[in-house]
């Protein structure tokens, strides 16, 4: 088959001009430090997995979606994690037993301080990671400014598309991990795309993805296809955060992907439905990443987020809408978890945000701010240039 320059161009651009690089020399990182960024779109319902289980407000907000007390007799009831604080049950036997053993955090009433309530709006502001007042620069994402300050990162996005997060800086390779499959380009046409681009500006980057591109393909071939490898094949989120983590473990050290299904208006369920299933399956992927990743578990972080949170009393539907504060979590082998942490109040009527959502008293760019200060041992100069103008704040996650 014989394919015109046309041709090879339009198909150069729909299967690896995402996985292009500036031609960075891949060697180790600045530390041995590892983050993965798990965006929860659609804005999870915070209050209905990390519980609040002291308020006898949250039980009368919702009395058709709310999970009991803790309840040793009780499978269905929430998890213990403090005095005011439970877990969703269907966490029970994955993030759970992480957080009893220290390695996971709960940051409640954190988020960003866009009142929009809509998922786009807020999910833009927070992959810019800009002050809510500042114009929004599409082209300058938090990720890619921290991967600048990194002396020798390694980025990647595990992602259709490169995120708003990725955006500015040098390309960085992205990977939809969950649906991998064999390059549609073959040898010739790669050499014969390589051999157009020979004397632009982009040849280093045209070859430097189809190098990556191939190298994960195969790597996670033969990942999986090792002799003795007869676990049961995940599906789903599971399955991607499995091949996140031996990839994380062995090529990359700043990772993204994101994670859908959080909009949760009709029929979210309670200690099981909707709400329960997609968490069961967040916590199996994390758990599942945490084994794949190794000993390198002591050196990762992983932060999960979302735009937003909900609303805290449910709506005539069995649902909850578009709310504010939300709940971070910060998991990894070397965080000071098994803990509730950031600035709190009473979950009660009074300390709501407009008399509807969780308030925002950590805000997210100061949180991530100290986080990476003390990850990465960034400087002023350095937390200023990812998030500026924030007040990095250390709540001793790590």
Known sequence: MSLNRRQLIQGFAASIAPMTSAGRV????????????????????????????????????????????PD???????????????????????????????QVAFVPFAGIHDLTRSHFETQDAIELGLQTSQTRDYLSGFMARLASVLTRARPISFTDQVPLAFHGGDAIPNFAINNLSKPGIDSRQEKLIATMYSDSRLSQ?????FRVRNEIYQTVVEQETQPGRTV????????????????????FNLGFVDVGGWDTHA?????????ADRIRELGRGLKRFAEQIGPQWDNTVIV????????????????????????????????????IMGEQIDVDQRHLFENRDYPVLTDYRSLLGGLFQRMFGLNKKDVEHVFAAAQPIDVGLI
């Not at 049961?232 to 090529?251: N, T, W």
């Not at 449910?314 to 803990?339: A, C, I, M, P, Q």
């Open 205 to 209: 980057q045209v070859q430097e993805g």
């Open 26 to 69: 891949w060697a180790a990182p600045q530390t041995n430090a590892r983050l993965l960024i798990v965006f929860l779109r659609g804005g999870y319902d915070a209050a209905n997995v990390v519980i609040p289980v002291s308020s006898d407000f949250y039980y009368e907000a919702r009395p058709r979606l709310a999970i009991a007390r």
């Open 72 to 102: 040793p007799l009780v499978a269905t009831s929430a998890l213990p994690l403090d005095q005011n604080w439970g877990l969703h049950p269907a966490l029970r036997e994955t993030i759970f037993p992480l957080f009893q053993q220290g």
């Open 232 to 251: 049961a094949v995940p599906k789903h989120f599971e399955l991607s955060a499995d091949r996140i983590g031996r990839l994380m473990r062995d090529r």
């Open 267 to 275: 029929n979210q369920g309670a200690a099981d439905g909707y709400l």
């Open 304 to 339: 999960v987020l979302s735009e937003f949170g909900r609303t805290f009393r449910e709506n005539g539907s069995r649902g909850t809408d578009h709310g504010h504060g939300s709940v971070y979590w910060v998991l990894g082998g070397g965080v000071r978890g098994g803990r």
